[in-house]
């Protein structure tokens, strides 16, 4: 039976745990995934809710090829120094299909350490070829387990019965890239897909934009971070990042297009500041449509979560209720937004700065950082606080 699940592994790319000799559970599935490059192969990303709660489940089948993807990532920053950030990303990607990738490895691992004293390490961890390197994604009831295998890296993630929240942890032992560690995150705001909060809504779309999915297990979270990089990055010498009381995040993003096919600029992030969070996932495409993605939460309950869709010619910004966004702003310096509503600790508006204080990561088409966030509300009273921001600009594909 395990020679059978190797064997259609080998066609399809997917085997149960039962057939690679794992534990068998009616209540528990587990998707393998080989370090396998397929072109022409067909797939299909479901962009419906129907899993609902569950929103960390694989959405591209039967596995990602050249022209498709589905990533799952986690970050988190210190408040009380910018500079340190770490951002781990578990791909099932080639580089023609997220094209900021640096390896056209399909199964493997990304890892920036950001250090107290301004200096980075990119570390990527590829699993090793065909058989010999593979990512499994076991889903169970509010559980999920990833586990990629020769890389060292693996994230678990728990979600509790009772009110929702969830707690995920990443561990990271590779001697070979000198790289071992552990993220833990403990949510802190209500997760969301693209247009609203509500995840036993089966008629929500996962779309963040045509053929791009994406979902946002844990908006906000604490974070701690331990992490030990010895390795001709560090000139072979030994550095450390520690910290607690940090912003965390969690997502995932998949698509069955490669996704500069679909995007031409893109404007993500996360923040705390004061009792407030904010998640933003702006997308324009290369005719001119979008989709503007944004949740607002408060002591970790969820205000305002909404989408917008727009075109070159209405500018079009998230609405809900009482609450929106009359102004969004990208600037070489900053992101910013103004919000406004009827109700908001008896101030009817904020004004929201996330300055682009410390570069993480970047190439030609891609580029992040950690940012100081300054929002005054109309009544003068100042929030402060951190997050990560991320752009996109793409070249437009042949």
């Known amino acids: 039976m395990k020679l059978f699940g190797i064997l259609l592994g080998a066609i399809t790319g997917i085997t149960t745990a039962q057939e690679l000799g794992g534990p068998a559970s009616p209540a528990s599935q587990a998707t393998t995934y080989l370090n396998l490059v397929r072109v022409g192969n067909k797939v299909t990303a479901q962009f419906d809710n129907s899993f609902k709660l569950l929103l960390d489940n694989p959405y591209v089948r039967p596995a990602p090829n050249r022209d498709s993807f589905e990533y799952w990532g986690f970050d988190a920053v210190n408040p009380n120094n910018i500079n340190e950030s770490v951002v781990v990303m578990f791909y099932l990607a080639h580089n023609l299909s997220l094209p900021h990738r640096t390896t056209a490895s399909l199964v493997s691992v990304d890892v920036w350490l950001n250090f107290g004293d301004g200096t980075s390490a990119p570390v990527v961890m590829d699993a090793q070829p065909d058989f010999r390197g593979i990512a499994t994604v076991t889903i169970a009831p509010l559980m999920i387990l990833g586990d990629w295998d020769s890389t060292g890296a693996a994230f678990t993630g728990t979600i509790s019965a009772m009110d929702g929240r969830s707690l995920y942890e990443i561990n990271i032992d590779n001697p070979e890239a000198g790289l071992r560690g552990t993220l833990r995150l403990q949510s802190e705001g209500p997760p969301h897909l693209p247009c609203t909060s509500n995840l036993t809504k089966t008629d929500a779309s996962l779309e963040a934009i045509s053929h791009v999915g994406w979902t946002n297990e844990v908006p906000d979270a604490d974070a701690v971070a331990t992490f030990s990089l010895n390795s001709s990055l560090t000139g072979n010498v030994e550095k450390t990042l520690q ?55 408060r002591n970790g309950r969820d205000l305002f979560t909404t989408c917008s869709k727009f075109n070159s010619s209405s500018a079009t910004l998230p609405t809900d209720g009482d609450w929106k966004i009359v102004n969004d702003w990208y600037e070489a310096d900053k992101v910013g937004m103004e919000i406004q509503t009827v109700e908001l600790d008896r101030v009817s508006a904020m004004t929201f700065n996330i300055y682009k204080t410390k570069l993480v990561a970047s190439n030609k088409e891609m580029s992040a950082w950690t940012g100081n966030v300054v929002t005054v509300t109309e009544t003068e009273v100042t929030y402060r606080g951190a997050g990560m921001l991320m752009q996109h600009h793409f070249e437009r594909p042949e």
């Open 243 to 297: 910290f607690t009381g940090g912003f965390g995040y969690h997502d995932h993003l998949f698509g069955d297009v490669p996704l500069r096919k679909s995007v031409k600029d893109w404007y993500s992030g996360h923040a705390r500041f004061g009792p407030y969070s904010v998640v933003w996932l702006k997308i324009i495409s290369w005719d001119g449509k979008g989709q503007f993605n944004f949740q607002l939460s």
